[in-house]
């Protein structure tokens, strides 16, 4: 049995194993209330370090996805356009292969079936590859404690920053995430000091480990 929004627990072991419990749904939307000015901003980032199989950022990506719709549905091109930076700012963790690999379905399958009500036959398959290129990137296979992947050879988790230029030209750097996080005391040298944040304080920028070349959104898969 495949987990589903009603099931919080797949299997006794998992619990034992990972304390693997996954979040109710009505938890869910209590604390997404929270947060609710950041879940109306196309391009504002989410991270679930402990993803499962995605009850927090379906929701979240299904909010982002009626926004667009609601905002640019008449323009197949808009909507795709702004589709890819909604989804670039989805990302998750998770230390069990098939938390990941369903998590990536469920959050596909919301993009595709909104996508396919909409356009019908003037969809476009590159822009389905998009989609799930994207996703491969954002929601990994993980640890979220020890910041590195899971595997025989675990190296440090790097997430990917899309940004939209230039019109339909996207802007892809990479960073490590153990640069990202706050309090990161052994690679201070890493970042650099802007002068003062919107907020008044200092800000740190962090500095990416990989810069691509600009490239045309269909064009990233």
Not at 86 to 107: H, P, Q
Not at 120 to 134: G, S
Not at 172 to 193: C, V
Request: hydrophobic residues 40%.
């Amino acid at each position: 049995m495949r987990p589903n929004e009603a099931q919080q627990v797949i299997s006794k072991k998992r619990v034992a194993d990972h304390g693997e419990v996954l979040t109710a749904e009505r938890e869910v939307n209590a604390m997404l209330d929270l947060v609710n000015h950041e879940l109306v901003r196309i391009d504002s980032r989410f991270l679930e370090p402990a993803c499962g199989t995605g009850n927090f950022l379906v929701p979240i990506y299904e909010k982002k996805l009626a926004i667009i719709k609601k905002r640019y549905g008449r323009s197949q091109l808009e909507f795709e356009r702004y589709v890819v930076v909604a989804t670039g700012s989805i990302y998750g963790i998770d230390i069990l292969e098939d938390n990941v690999k369903l998590c990536r379905e469920r959050l596909f399958a919301v993009f595709n079936d909104l996508y396919t009500s909409l356009y019908k036959k003037r969809c476009k398959d590159a822009m389905r590859d998009v989609v799930r290129f994207i996703l491969e990137q954002n929601i990994l296979l993980g640890d979220a404690l020890s910041l590195k992947t899971v595997g025989k050879q675990p190296e440090p988790i790097v997430f990917s920053e899309w940004s939209l230029v230039r019109g339909s030209m996207i802007k892809r750097r990479s960073f490590s995430f153990e640069e990202l996080m706050p309090g990161n005391k052994e690679n201070e040298d890493l970042f650099r000091q802007a002068e003062i944040s919107d907020l008044g304080t200092p800000a740190f920028i962090p500095m990416p480990v990989k810069e691509y070349p600009l490239i045309h959104f269909l064009s990233l898969a």
